[in-house]
Every structure is written in structure tokens, then in C-alpha cells.
């Protein structure tokens, strides 16, 4: 755990001696990834990701238990929020998609959930999650197939994130509130579309702020302003680049557009080839 900061550790040790006056030995193996293990987690904007797997089964007591756990972590360190799954050692490395993860968010048991091999979070944490417990994440006996990947990844561009910026662009709406008012909507619209775009070109995942730095040296000086705002948030920059609310608000919109479109003929391109 020597690179992942001491606040986080905080959380992750508190959490280890919890689980472990409830539900003592359950845990095979422990990993982080996302932006803490691209060194790009924010307080207070970043969540914790996890995976674990479990040695056995849960029932339904030690479900209640391992809920307790996940409230009492959230009580103690509200900006710290542990999201991820709980799956067995067979359904993690095994081809079958099936619900078989505890899935928990915020503090909260969500139910069951899949774990997809082929997905940007399996091959997020292969190549750059980080051991808590158990083996190192690149000795995990999967392999992540990346047509199937950028499939997935295709079809999550042109249905929630088409989707997100129909919503917005409808008045009166509360995406459209949210566009016009709220930076971290604006940070969330912008920069969550540059990241598979990243993704398309490299052939790699990275970070929110990452993405946006990298859409600055690929994409139109057209862009760049309303790159640069949709990251101020993360960088800590209180001075807008907009004078204009709704100039920012469209150039938001307009940007999605572009990338979604840019994405797209990355991606029908990948094919013919």
C-alpha cells in the first residue's frame, strides 16, 4: 500500500478491522483500482473502487453484517465513499454472467450485480489495480478480449451517454437545470465522453482529468475552453472561463456531439480495418 495516500489507507484500515471483528476470514483477496490506482484520486470528487473475493458464500446474516460494515465506514468517512462487489473466486475468473456480486454503493447493499471480464473495469484492474490482499492483480487467470470491450463501450456511448445529452438538451428538464447551473455536470458530460474517445485511440483507460488533458492536444482548439472548465473543478480553479452560462452550456453540448461522432467513426473505422 506504499502508493496509495495516507487518507486513504485510513479508510481501508478502519474498514479491514471492522470486517474483521464481524466477519472474520471471508476475504480471499482485496484490490483498488480506478483513480486511486491512476493516481488521479480527488477527495471529496473520487470514490474508493474496490473488487473482493470472497473464500465462500455469504448468507443472509452475513450479508446484514457486511451492510453494517460498509454504513458504519460511510458514517466515519463521509467524502470517502467505498463503491464495489463482493464475487466468489469461480465466478470472477469463469466465462459465465451471472448475478452473482454484492454490489455496494455509498454505504449501501444495491443487490446483485455481474462481473463482466470483458468490461473497462476488468481490464482496469488487471493492468493497473493495486493488491490489498491476495495475488497480484496481473496474475489473475482472465484475459480481457478488447473487441468485446470496445463493443460494450460503443453501445454505452450511443445509449446513456446519447441518452444523457437528449435529457439535457430538453427544458425544462432537470439535466438541462443541471447543464446550465452545475459545473460537475458540465464536468461529468465532458469529461465522461472524452474517456472512451481516449480509450478508442490507445487502446487504454485513464483518468477524468487525464482524458481532458489528452482531448487538449487531439481535438480542434475549438474545444479547448470548455475542456479547461470542465476540469476546474478537479484542478481546484475557482475563475470560470465563461462569462456566459448558456455559451457554456451549449459549447458543452456541442462537444459531446463532436465526440460521440468522432467515437463513432473511430470505431466503424477499427472495424473495416
Known sequence: MSNIP???KLVIDSYFVLLDSKLPNILDAYYIYGSISLGAFTE?????DFIAILQRKLTNIE???????????QKRFPKMILDGIYVMQSDFESLRNQNSCLEFREGKFQGY????????????????GIAIKGRATEELNYTVNWDELLNGMHNNLNTYWKDWKNKCE???SIHYAGLFFSLSSIEWGVLGVSRPYYTFLEKDITSKVEAGEYALRTVPPRWHKIINE???LRKGITQSYYTS???????????????????N?????????
Do not use: C, W
Not at 44 to 48: A, E, L, P, V
Open 113 to 128: 450485480t455481474q462481473f463482466n471480464r470483458n468490461s473497462i473495469d476488468a481490464f482496469q484492474l488487471k493492468k493497473y
Open 170 to 172: 430538453k427544458f425544462p
Open 230 to 232: 470542465s476540469m476546474r
Open 265 to 273: 467513426k473511430l470505431f466503424s473505422d477499427a472495424n473495416i480495418k
Open 245 to 263: 452560462r448558456n455559451e457554456r452550456r451549449n459549447d458543452a453540448l456541442l462537444y459531446m456531439d463532436f465526440i460521440l461522432q468522432e467515437s
Open 6 to 8: 495516507n487518507n486513504i
Open 63 to 73: 450479508i446484514v453484517e457486511l451492510t453494517e460494515v460498509h454504513k458504519e465506514i
Open 44 to 48: 471529496g470528487f473520487s470514490d474508493i
